[in-house]
C-alpha cells in the first residue's frame, strides 16, 4: 500500500510540473481538405499513408529548378498568437536535397512575423541537405503583442530535390 501511495503521489507531483503546449494549429497538413487552408496547395502531392508511421499522411514538395522556389504558405489567424510563444514543428525526410549556394536558402519550414512597424522576422529551422531519414524539425520564436501577421512557409527556396512533410503543428509553449 506504500508503495501506491508514493507511485500516485508521484505521478501527482509530476504532472504537476510537467510542460505542456497548447495546440493553435494541430497537424496542418494531415487531410486534403486541410490543404485547402493554404496558397499555393499546389505545390503539395497529398500522401494519405506517406508519414513516418504507415497510418500517417505526408505532403510532397519537389523543386527540380534552384531558381525557381516551390513553397507553399499558410495564414496564420493573428490573434491566435499575438504576444504568445509559439513552436512550429513538424516530421521531416528529404531526397536529394541540393546544397543551396546562401545559408539560408534550401529546406523551408518557416514563420514571416510582420511587426507593426512593417520590419519582419523570419524564424527558421536547421538545413538540411542530400538524403535523409524522418527526423522533427522546430523553430520557436515569441511573437509580439502589436504584431500585424504571421505566415508559415514550407517547401524548397534555392534548392532542388523532395522534402517530406508530416505532423505539421504550431503550439504554444508554456
Same mark, same amino acid.
Not at 4 to 10: S, Y
Not at 31 to 45: F, G, H, I, R, Y
Given at each position: 500500500m506504500k508503495f501506491?501511495? *508514493? #507511485?500516485?503521489?508521484?505521478a501527482m507531483l509530476f504532472g504537476a510540473f510537467a510542460v505542456s503546449a497548447d495546440?493553435?494549429?494541430?497537424?496542418?497538413?494531415? *487531410?486534403?481538405?486541410?490543404?485547402?487552408?493554404?496558397?499555393? #496547395? #499546389?505545390?503539395?502531392?497529398f500522401l494519405p499513408n506517406g508519414g513516418p508511421e504507415s497510418d500517417e499522411s505526408a505532403v510532397r514538395i519537389t523543386a527540380t529548378d534552384a531558381a525557381k522556389p516551390v513553397m507553399a504558405f499558410f495564414k496564420v489567424d493573428i490573434d491566435k498568437v499575438r504576444g504568445k510563444?509559439?513552436?512550429?514543428?513538424?516530421?521531416?525526410?528529404? =531526397?536529394?536535397?541540393?546544397?543551396?549556394?546562401?545559408?539560408?536558402?534550401?529546406?523551408?519550414?518557416?514563420? *514571416?512575423?510582420?511587426?507593426? !512597424?512593417?520590419?519582419?522576422d523570419y524564424p527558421d529551422t536547421t538545413r538540411l541537405t542530400g538524403d535523409f531519414g524522418w527526423r522533427e524539425l522546430?523553430?520557436?520564436t515569441t511573437?509580439?503583442? !502589436?504584431?500585424?501577421?504571421? $505566415?508559415?512557409?514550407?517547401?524548397?527556396?534555392?534548392? $532542388?530535390?523532395?522534402?517530406?512533410?508530416? !505532423?505539421?503543428?504550431?503550439? =504554444?509553449e508554456d
Open positions: 501506491f501511495r *508514493t #507511485a500516485v503521489l508521484g495546440d493553435i494549429y494541430d497537424n496542418m497538413i494531415d *487531410t486534403e481538405a486541410a490543404l485547402k487552408q493554404w496558397s499555393n #496547395a #499546389a505545390a503539395m502531392t510563444t509559439v513552436k512550429l514543428s513538424a516530421k521531416v525526410k528529404g =531526397e536529394n536535397i541540393s546544397k543551396p549556394d546562401k545559408p539560408y536558402l534550401g529546406i523551408k519550414m518557416m514563420m *514571416t512575423v510582420t511587426m507593426a !512597424d512593417g520590419r519582419i522546430k523553430t520557436v511573437v509580439p503583442p !502589436d504584431a500585424k501577421s504571421v $505566415t508559415i512557409q514550407i517547401g524548397l527556396q534555392g534548392s $532542388t530535390g523532395t522534402i517530406y512533410f508530416s !505532423d505539421l503543428e504550431l503550439d =504554444e
